[in-house]
């Protein structure tokens, strides 16, 4: 059981960064592995970005060398570092709790979501 709060998000131009974060306001679990997925207008929710509880990180083919996900135990924070952006990045991200950080596997805890758009 945990709650996730998102913040970040906005709007840049391509070549541009943006830094998401994810906290954990409420969790029965001293560690959870979280995964960043985002949704494009018509597009299926994909996994961007994951990490374990033991510090493991995962990238899609799409953003790997320009997203860069890590976290802050002692702040039960994880971030997304989006460096080099692209208008095609441009999306709704949401972080989630993982049933399993390894292959990550998502649980019905998401964050509330937040718009990035790139533009040209």
């Known amino acids: 059981q945990v709650q996730l709060v998102q913040s970040g998000g906005g709007l840049v131009q391509a070549g541009g960064s943006l830094r998401l974060s994810c906290a954990a306001i409420?969790?029965?679990?001293?560690?959870?592995?979280i995964g960043w997925y985002r949704q494009a207008p018509g597009k299926q929710r994909g996994l961007v970005a994951s990490?374990?509880?033991?510090?493991?990180?995962h990238y899609a083919d799409s953003v790997r060398d320009r997203f860069t996900i890590s976290r802050d135990n002692a702040k039960s924070t994880v971030y997304l570092e989006m460096n080099s952006l692209k208008p095609e990045d441009t999306a709704v991200y949401l972080c989630?709790?993982?049933?399993?950080?390894?292959?990550?596997?998502?649980?019905?805890?998401w964050g509330q979501g937040t718009q990035v758009t790139v533009s040209s």
């Open positions: 989630n709790a993982g049933l399993m950080g390894n292959p990550y596997v998502p649980s019905n805890y």
């Open positions: 990490i374990t509880t033991s510090g493991t990180t």
């Open positions: 409420r969790s029965t679990r001293a560690s959870i592995a």
